[in-house]
């Protein structure tokens, strides 16, 4: 696909899945700059919380038994 052809895809999208679009570039962005595990580990908690249980949430099982174990993790820290 090409970069023009991605911003007008982009354009299409309902605002909340363009703020979608936006946090996946900036975890690409940081992830070039070194992104540690923990903040990939913080990132990845904030997403399945934010996202359990909307349209976004792809298997509502696995997603909250996910988030159930990273909230356990970061207790026990």
Same mark, same amino acid.
Request: proline share 1%; hydrophobic share 40%.
């Given at each position: 696909?090409?970069?023009?052809?991605?911003?007008?895809?982009?354009?299409?999208?309902? &605002?909340n899945?363009?703020?979608e /679009?936006?946090?996946?570039?900036?975890?690409l #962005?940081?992830?070039?700059?070194? !992104?540690?595990?923990?903040?990939l580990? &913080?990132?990845?908690?904030?997403y /399945?919380?934010?996202h359990?249980?909307?349209? #976004?949430?792809?298997?509502?099982? !696995?997603?909250?038994?996910?988030?159930?174990?990273?909230l356990?993790?970061?207790?026990?820290q």
């Amino acid at each position: 696909m090409e970069q023009q052809e991605l911003i007008e895809t982009i354009k299409k999208l309902p &605002q909340n899945q363009v703020a979608e /679009v936006v946090e996946f570039v900036a975890s690409l #962005a940081r992830r070039e700059h070194g !992104l540690d595990r923990v903040s990939l580990h &913080q990132s990845l908690t904030t997403y /399945v919380i934010q996202h359990a249980g909307t349209d #976004a949430d792809l298997d509502t099982e !696995l997603e909250v038994a996910a988030s159930d174990h990273l909230l356990t993790e970061d207790s026990e820290q």
